[in-house]
């Protein structure tokens, strides 16, 4: 589903998360990118949002509405809620 830069930028938010709160995700499931997502998307620290955006920019048009319908923003998305 994620470019190279994406996975990049993956593995970066699944290390600046680790840091901030100790919490392992495992990459190699699609439950636990989602989990490690939406987890990032909800971050108030500004290093793991400033990855999330770039994530965000590496993403085609369909995969950031498929996040969204999970209810995960990764653009701007502190204090967003999914509708």
Do not use: W
């Not at 994620?2 to 499931?29: C, D, M, N, P």
């Not at 995969?63 to 967003?80: C, H, M, P, T, Y």
């Amino acid at each position: 589903m994620f470019s190279e830069a994406g996975i990049y930028h993956l593995h970066q938010l699944a290390s600046l998360v680790h840091q901030h709160t100790g919490v392992r995700h495992k990459l190699s499931s699609a439950a636990g990118q989602l989990a490690l997502l939406q987890t990032s998307a909800s971050s108030t620290q500004s290093d793991i949002q400033s990855c999330c955006n770039q994530l965000a920019a590496t993403l085609k048009p369909q995969q950031k509405l498929a996040l969204e319908r999970e209810g995960i923003f990764l653009d701007n998305s502190v204090g967003r809620q999914a509708s």
